[in-house]
Every structure is written in C-alpha cells, then in structure tokens.
C-alpha cells in the first residue's frame, strides 16, 4: 500500500513557474514508477508526466515537454514536477500516481490545484 499527499499548488500568472511535490509512504518507494496527471474542468484526466523507479527515465506528454521537468529522491519518498512557462490552459487538478511505467496508476494521490491566470 502507498499513500501519496500532493501539494505545492497555487494561483500563478502565465509565464510563472510552480513546483509541485509529491509525498510517498511505504517502503517500496523506489520500486514504483510515478507518474504526474491533470484533469481540467469538463475534460478528461491526462498523462502529464512520468519517471521510472530508479529514475533513469522520464517520458512527458507533448503539450508539457520543455516546459515541465519530473525528478524524484528515493532517499525521501518525493517525486517533484517542475512547471516552467505556465500557460492558462496548464490550469487543473494535478495528482501525482504510483504504479507500472506508464500504466495506470495503482494507487492516488488526492490532488493540488493549479490555476494559471492570462
């Protein structure tokens, strides 16, 4: 079982950055791969980003590459998204996931709020 607290969320004016992390329990931390996903009001839920277990290789979705950046710390049960040139269309609820690389997550986080103002 592994529980997973986002935070790092805000209100940020487009071209801002934001840092959003992800917090693990559980010892098997570094077994998971994690993944950053957003969901927009009215939208379906989208694969943002993703980072393998030992971190040796990350995968981002086109409309965020560039821009965001996935790094995790094993040592602290952290996995962090670095969000670069915020857009307004960037705005959503992100929720960070634990499971197979790039699969569906087997398990949640509850998510942190992202709203980026033109």
């Known amino acids: 079982q592994v529980q997973l607290v986002e935070s790092g969320g805000g209100l940020v004016q487009a071209g801002g950055s934001l840092r959003l992390s992800c917090a693990a329990s559980g010892r098997t931390f570094s077994t998971y791969a994690m993944g950053w996903f957003r969901q927009a009001p009215g939208k379906e839920r989208e694969f943002v980003a993703s980072i393998t277990g030992s971190g040796g290789r990350v995968a981002y979705a086109d409309s965020v590459k560039g821009r965001f950046t996935i790094a995790r710390d094993n040592a602290k049960n952290m996995v962090y998204l670095q969000m670069n040139s915020l857009k307004p269309e960037d705005t959503a609820i992100y929720s960070c996931?634990?499971?197979?690389?790039?699969?569906?997550?087997?398990?949640w986080g509850q998510g942190t709020q992202v709203t980026v103002s033109s």
């Open positions: 996931g634990a499971g197979a690389w790039l699969a569906t997550p087997y398990y």
